[in-house]
């Protein structure tokens, strides 16, 4: 990631909190912005073009978001990485934007892997017990690998919690081996 990308999504971060904006708001707005962006190969190419002119971007830019209805301030945003030749960029901003809110407001992700489907009282009851083990508040993605036979493996951030079947199999063998 380019380090102007994490200045930006700061910056960004910043104005949002300063302006006392609802976050919730902001990221449906932007996610429309984005889910507009990723839909049309057209308006990529349009406002990545360097032999348009930035004023005429932005002037574009302020037609799509009479549709999407951006706060002031993320249209503000679209139209500083138009102007500075950066909106190729902006999933990379936005994301990194997502990164740093949810550092701010306490909140880690956490991708939890099980062998089987959970059911909602399961899941509540697992991201209960990973949110403590974390110490903070978790936003998971769950995904099923019926390859680990039963438990569950946990990733948050780099840190890796494997309760798994196949992961006790593993360090059994190594220690089987090893002795």
Request: net charge positive; charged share 25%; glycine share 8%.
């Amino acid at each position: 990631m380019a380090a102007f990308v994490n200045r930006y999504a700061h910056a960004f971060l910043d104005v949002v909190t300063a302006a006392g904006l609802d976050t919730e708001a902001v990221e449906r707005r932007l996610s429309d912005f984005i889910a507009t962006w990723e839909g049309s190969a057209e308006l990529q190419a349009f406002f990545t073009n360097p032999a348009l002119a930035a004023p005429q971007k932005v002037e574009i830019l302020d037609r799509l978001n009479q549709k999407i209805g951006l706060q002031k301030e993320a249209r503000n945003l679209l139209a500083v990485l138009i102007n500075n030749g950066r909106i190729g960029e902006v999933k990379e901003v936005i994301a990194a934007y997502r990164q740093a809110l949810q550092q701010k407001l306490g909140i880690q992700r956490a991708e939890i892997v099980t062998a089987r489907e959970l059911s909602e009282p399961e899941r509540n009851t697992l991201l209960a017990g990973v949110s403590k083990l974390a110490g903070a508040k978790i936003e998971a993605s769950f995904k099923l690998d019926k390859s680990i036979l039963g438990g569950t493996v946990v990733r948050i951030g780099s840190t890796v919690y494997d309760g798994s079947v196949r992961g006790r199999l593993d360090r059994l063998k190594e220690t089987l081996v090893a002795g």
